[in-house]
C-alpha cells in the first residue's frame, strides 16, 4: 500500500508517520500482514504539485491536517474545511477510490461547552463534506468497482474520527493540550496553573491512537454513533462514525499529583505504580519525553567503604527495590540473615562465590559465580549468607533485588558468619 499523511509534521502525523514507516521498513511486525511500499508525508511545506502525484497514487489517506490556533476565526473554516475540500477534489480528479480518515473532534458534536465553537463548527463542516463525499459516490455507482491493482480497494470508505483530548510524545506545550502544558513546566520546572483541579479530561493516548489507525488499513477500525460526547459502539454497517476504544479518566488535580511524583523519583527512588495499559504507564512516558538534558541523568547515592560500594537504584510501592553492590578483589560481604526478608543476587561482573548455611545446621551451599554466566541466586530466609570477590584484581558487581525496601527502624538483618 502507499500511504498518504496530511498534517504529517503535527503531534498525530508525526507519529503515525513514524510507525508506518517502521511497518515499511520491517521493524514493527506486530501488526500482521500489513505490508507499506510508501508512506507520502504531506505538510505546509509540500508543493500542490506533490499532492496531486500523491493522490493520484495513494491506497489510504489519513487527512490529520487541521488548524487549532489560529490568528482569526475565519483561519477554522479555511483550514480544516477548505484544505478537506482540496483533498476530495483531487482524489476524484484521479478517479481515486481510496478510503479516507478524517481527524476530527469532539468539539464537532457542537453540544455542552461545545456549542458555541467556531473551531466545532469547523470540524463538523469537515464531517459533513466527507460523509456527502462518500454518499454522492455511492449514489453515483450504484454497484461495486473493481479493486484498484495491489491495494484491495472498492467503493471508498470514509472514516470519521472525533477525537477526545490527546496525549503523549511529540506533543506540543502551551498550545491545545493541558497534558503537553503540564509535563513541559514540570519537567522544565517551569510556572504553571491549575484553575480547577477537579475538571475531568477524556484522555487519548497518542500509541493507542496509532494502533487504531493501522487497524483502519487492515479494515478492522471500531465504529460508533455519537450521543453527545459519549461513543454509542455499533457495527460497521450502521455506525457513521469511529473511534478509538481505549481512552482514560483523570482530572487535573489527578494529572498535577502524578506528574510531581514523577519528578520527584531521582530524590526518592520511588517508581510509582504504572500498571500495564494504565493512564499512570502513558503519562510517565509522556512526561519524561519533555525532560531537558541535565535531568535526563541524575546521581545515585553510593555508600563507599573499602570494601567497596553499595548503591539503591530503584524503590517500588509493593515489591521492594533493587541495588548494585561492588566489592573489591579479595573482600567478603554479607555474613547475616534474615527473617522474612529475601534477595536475589545476580552477579554480572566479576568471579564470586556464594554461601548460605541455614541456622542450626553445618550444610553450607555454595555457588560460583560469574559475569560470564549470568545467573540468578535466592537468597533464602533463614540462611545467613555471604558474597566473597574470588579475584585478586577485578571488582565483583552484583545486582541485588530484596523484596522489601530498607527500614533501619526494623531491618530484619542478623550478623552471623556463615
Known amino acids: 500500500m502507499k500511504i498518504l499523511v496530511t498534517g504529517a509534521k503535527g503531534f498525530v502525523g508525526k507519529n503515525l508517520c513514524a510507525q508506518l514507516n517502521n511497518i515499511k521498513d520491517g521493524k514493527a511486525r506486530c501488526y500482521g500482514d500489513v505490508q507499506i511500499e510508501e508512506v507520502f508525508e504531506y505538510d505546509l511545506d509540500s508543493t500542490p504539485e506533490q499532492l496531486d502525484a500523491w493522490c493520484k497514487e495513494c491506497d489510504f489517506v489519513f487527512n490529520l491536517a487541521g488548524v487549532n490556533r489560529p490568528q482569526n476565526q475565519e483561519e477554522f473554516m479555511q483550514g480544516n474545511f477548505g484544505f478537506a475540500s482540496t483533498l476530495l477534489d483531487t482524489l476524484k480528479k484521479h478517479g481515486n477510490t481510496c478510503p479516507v480518515m478524517l481527524s476530527s473532534s469532539q468539539q464537532a458534536s457542537l453540544t455542552g461547552r461545545f456549542g458555541n465553537s467556531e473551531y466545532g463548527r469547523s470540524k463538523k463542516a469537515g464531517e459533513d463534506l466527507f460523509l456527502a463525499y462518500e454518499r454522492d459516490f455511492l449514489q453515483a455507482q450504484p454497484s461495486p468497482l473493481p479493486s484498484r491493482e495491489g491495494s484491495g480497494v472498492g467503493l471508498p470508505r470514509v472514516l470519521i474520527y472525533r477525537f477526545p483530548n490527546l496525549f503523549g510524545k511529540w506533543c506540543r506545550p502551551n498550545y491545545n493540550s493541558a497534558v503537553a502544558t503540564f509535563c513541559n513546566a514540570v519537567a522544565n520546572d517551569l510556572p504553571y496553573t491549575v484553575n480547577d483541579p477537579s475538571v475531568e479530561l477524556e484522555l487519548l493516548y497518542i500509541d493507542d491512537l496509532v494502533d487504531e489507525m493501522i487497524a483502519?488499513?487492515?479494515?478492522?477500525?471500531?465504529?460508533?454513533?455519537?450521543?453527545?460526547?459519549?461513543?454509542?459502539?455499533?457495527?460497521?454497517?450502521?455506525?457513521?462514525?469511529?473511534?478509538?476504544?481505549?481512552?482514560?479518566?483523570?482530572?487535573?488535580?489527578?494529572?498535577?499529583?502524578?506528574?510531581?511524583?514523577?519528578?520527584?523519583?531521582?530524590?526518592?527512588?520511588?517508581?510509582?505504580?504504572?500498571?500495564?495499559?494504565?493512564?499512570?504507564?502513558?503519562?510517565?512516558?509522556?512526561?519524561?519525553?519533555?525532560?531537558?538534558?541535565?535531568?535526563?541523568?541524575?546521581?545515585?547515592?553510593?555508600?563507599?567503604?573499602?570494601?567497596?560500594?553499595?548503591?539503591?537504584?530503584?524503590?517500588?510501592?509493593?515489591?521492594?527495590?533493587?541495588?548494585?553492590?561492588?566489592?573489591?578483589?579479595?573482600?567478603?560481604?554479607?555474613?547475616?540473615?534474615?527473617?522474612t526478608k529475601w534477595e536475589f543476587f545476580i552477579v554480572v561482573a566479576g568471579h564470586g562465590l556464594i554461601q548460605e548455611r541455614k541456622l542450626g545446621t553445618d550444610e553450607v551451599l555454595e555457588f560460583e559465580v560469574s559475569g560470564d554466566n549470568i545467573q540468578c541466586i535466592h537468597m533464602l530466609p533463614g540462611y545467613t549468607h555471604n558474597i566473597i570477590n574470588l579475584s585478586e584484581t577485578e571488582n565483583l558487581v552484583t545486582v541485588m533485588y530484596c523484596n522489601e525496601i530498607f527500614n533501619p527502624n526494623k531491618p530484619d538483618t542478623y550478623f552471623e558468619k556463615v
Request: proline share 6%; hydrophobic share 35%; charged share 20%.
Open 216 to 339: 483502519c488499513l487492515r479494515g478492522e477500525e471500531h465504529h460508533c454513533e455519537f450521543e453527545g460526547l459519549a461513543v454509542v459502539p455499533s457495527s460497521s454497517d450502521e455506525g457513521r462514525y469511529c473511534y478509538v476504544p481505549t481512552t482514560h479518566k483523570a482530572t487535573l488535580g489527578e494529572i498535577v499529583n502524578l506528574l510531581n511524583q514523577f519528578a520527584a523519583q531521582p530524590q526518592t527512588l520511588m517508581i510509582p505504580e504504572i500498571p500495564a495499559d494504565s493512564f499512570a504507564k502513558k503519562l510517565y512516558s509522556t512526561y519524561l519525553s519533555y525532560l531537558p538534558k541535565e535531568k535526563a541523568a541524575f546521581p545515585l547515592k553510593m555508600n563507599v567503604d573499602d570494601r567497596g560500594s553499595f548503591t539503591e537504584l530503584v524503590h517500588t510501592l509493593n515489591s521492594g527495590q533493587v541495588s548494585i553492590n561492588i566489592s573489591k578483589p579479595g573482600i567478603t560481604k554479607g555474613q547475616h540473615w534474615h527473617n
